[in-house]
């Protein structure tokens, strides 16, 4: 397994537009969460999902927003009408959660970078 | 709601030297993980120390090292023998162990590190 893989790394889209972001996680992880980041901040916590369930939706995550894990794989995250303050970096990570599992956190991809002219 | 505050925006150390990261958190749990993770420039998020909160004993990673106080609600990271590897934006974060939100990660503000030789 070679990591959490998000697609694609850059994309640049003029405002209003629909963008789709992919993350696959790593196959055994159980768990897929959506941050988002901006330059020089910390990680917003979006979304998450256990399997292909939604259990937890941010605030930050208005109704142009939409998360989904078919059949609990990878993972899309689409925006709607997109807007200049959408610019961020969007990180998808993965973990493997239940008992008696030893938590070590969470494995990050490398992050879509969106920018929104 | 859980909050992480690294008061720290910028710290800068001398290669072969030691550094430490300040980060104080708020919760309510009493069962919770702490992390201390590493972003070096365009790249991934990465692990660096893990720490939950029912040990007493301070969690050691070769050159890395935790002061953990609960009752104060600090969890500091030492770097000893920096290295110009170390370089990046280092952030702190919580997770509950259970309940409410479990799995959610919250990130401080992040401090960036520099190494000079």
């Known amino acids: 397994d070679t990591g959490v893989s998000q697609d694609p790394r850059h994309k640049i889209t003029k405002r209003g537009q629909n963008v789709t972001f992919r993350c696959d996680p790593i196959s055994e992880h159980n768990r897929l969460y959506w941050y988002r980041q901006t330059l020089g901040q910390g990680p917003e916590f979006l979304t998450y999902?256990?399997?292909?369930?939604?259990?937890?939706k941010s605030r930050l995550l208005s109704d142009r927003f939409s998360a989904e894990r078919p059949k609990g794989s990878f993972s899309t995250l689409e925006i709607q009408r997109t807007e200049q303050g959408d610019s961020a970096m969007y990180l998808c990570?993965?973990?493997?959660?239940?008992?008696?599992?030893?938590?070590?956190?969470?494995?990050f991809g490398s992050g879509t970078r969106l920018t929104v002219v | 709601a859980q909050t992480v505050t690294q008061s720290q925006p910028e710290m800068s150390v001398q290669e072969a030297e030691t550094v430490t990261l300040s980060c104080t958190y708020d919760?309510?749990?009493?069962?919770?993980?702490l992390f201390w993770y590493k972003q070096p420039p365009s790249r991934q998020m990465i692990l660096v120390i893990r720490?939950?909160?029912?040990?007493?004993q301070n969690a050691t990673e070769n050159r890395f090292s935790v002061n953990f106080q609960k009752a104060a609600k600090s969890f500091s990271l030492k770097i000893s023998d920096s290295q110009l590897g170390d370089a990046a934006m280092y952030f702190c974060?919580?997770?509950?162990?259970?309940?409410?939100?479990?799995?959610?990660?919250?990130f401080g503000q992040g401090t960036i590190l520099t190494v000079h030789p």
């Open positions: 990570a993965s973990s493997l959660e239940g008992r008696g599992r030893t938590n070590y956190g969470y494995t």
């Open positions: 720490q939950e909160a029912y040990k007493q």
């Open positions: 919760t309510s749990e009493s069962d919770y993980y």
């Open positions: 974060a919580y997770r509950n162990a259970g309940g409410t939100s479990y799995g959610k990660l919250t």
């Open positions: 999902f256990q399997n292909e369930a939604q259990l937890e």
